[in-house]
């Protein structure tokens, strides 16, 4: 059988952006991730590169109000053979965060709308939401939103850990429900955990190879 072993490797810090003239060339394939504040974004950046405060996870919700840009190679290895891609993995600002005001807001859903929709090397988006809360408006507009631009879309449930098994999978079944799709299509992650990592770096994988 077929050994296969991905991982991310030389993960570093980019930059940080508010507008489009400070995005870093569009030289690599790039792979966000989007959801509410204090859904857990920097923690499973960091969970999926093995490096611990490489995204800065936040105590207070809402401070990541740029754009940050990460630096990386998915290196894939089968049967012993290794091929790297390079990658930018890009930590989007969250939204639904009550207190900032209307206009940070405005202008943070301004410079969201305006990444997503000129940025030529976005290749997938993953769309993060808490397994523990139910899902709003924000979240099916949202996933609409991708659809409407033809920009691939990964549902994936955060903080797994925080439920027992079975509440897991009455959750997913929700989850499902609400977004019409398969459960398989939603990916159940854990950053404390590693729960789903494996899912993920694959997901990552198959955006990257084609
Ligand atoms: P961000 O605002 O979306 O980037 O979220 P952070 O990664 O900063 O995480 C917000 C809070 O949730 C922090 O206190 C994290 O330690 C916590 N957190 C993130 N992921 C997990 C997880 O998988 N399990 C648990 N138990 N806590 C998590």
């Known amino acids: 059988m077929e050994r296969r072993d991905i991982a991310l490797i030389n993960p570093k810090y980019l930059t940080s952006a508010v507008e489009a003239k400070q995005y870093p060339c569009e030289e690599r394939p790039e792979i966000a991730f989007l959801g509410r504040s204090n859904v857990g974004k920097s923690s499973l950046i960091n969970s999926l590169c093995n490096q611990r405060g490489l995204a800065k996870v936040s105590g207070a919700p809402g401070k990541t109000r740029t754009i940050n840009f990460f630096t990386g190679e998915l290196r894939e290895r089968v049967d012993g053979e290794s091929t790297r891609h390079p990658v930018y993995l890009v930590d989007l600002p969250g939204y639904g965060f009550a207190q900032v005001s209307q206009a940070e807001r405005k202008r943070i859903d301004a410079m969201l709308y305006d990444y997503c929709t000129t940025r030529s090397t976005l290749k997938t988006v993953f769309l993060l939401m808490d397994i523990r809360r139910d899902p709003a408006e924000i979240e099916l507009q949202t ?63 198959a955006c990257l190879s084609v």
């Open 143 to 205: 996933l609409q939103f991708f659809r409407e631009h033809n920009i691939p879309a990964v549902l994936t449930a955060t903080k797994a850990d925080k439920l027992s098994k079975n509440e897991q999978a009455t959750q997913l079944l929700a989850l499902a429900s609400f977004f019409e799709c398969s459960k398989d299509e939603i990916i159940v992650t854990s950053a404390t955990k590693k729960t789903g990592r494996e899912k993920l770096l694959q997901h990552l994988s």
